[in-house]
């Protein structure tokens, strides 16, 4: 059996492919559910376009860091990978909100918003490589 076909398999709930994918989907959603709940708590502390802003940026600083992180040091297993990057970061930052948000602003707000989202996403994710290669002991590339 080529491993296609065993990832394909439809075994028991005590067969390593099936229970494997449950995992995967049981750590996607545990971190899901904390990271829409903290994101909620984020727009509760913070209201409005400023909140969304605040949670997409720490949320891409946080997945430029756990992408990077991986590709230094390795030292984060892919099951905190998989809670951290895809359920709680993937929950707890927001792209249709802030397009709601900034569609519902006037032009000023909504241009601010729209630069300001992007240019600090991106300086946020070369933030979290440059701390991951700075914890990983300086490794390249």
């Known amino acids: 059996m080529t491993p296609a076909q ?3 398999s ?7 492919p099936l229970l494997a994918r449950l995992e995967t989907l049981a750590l996607v959603a545990l971190g899901g559910f904390a990271g829409a709940n903290c994101r909620y708590v984020a727009s509760l502390l913070v209201p409005g376009l400023g909140g969304t802003l605040l949670a997409n940026v720490v949320g891409a600083f946080l997945l430029g860091f756990v992408f990077y992180e991986s590709r230094y040091a390795g030292a984060l297993s892919a099951e ?12 707890f930052t927001t792209y249709s909100t802030f397009a709601l948000q900034s569609a519902q602003s006037a032009v000023l707000p909504l241009v601010g918003n729209v630069v300001a989202t992007y240019a600090l996403g991106f300086a946020a994710v070369v933030a979290g490589r440059a701390l991951a290669r700075r914890t990983a002991g300086g490794a390249s590339a």
Do not use: H, N
């Open 10 to 16: 439809t075994g028991t709930l005590t067969s390593g």
């Open 80 to 91: 905190t990978r998989l809670v951290v990057a895809t359920g709680f970061l993937s929950s």
């Open 6 to 8: 065993t990832v394909m």
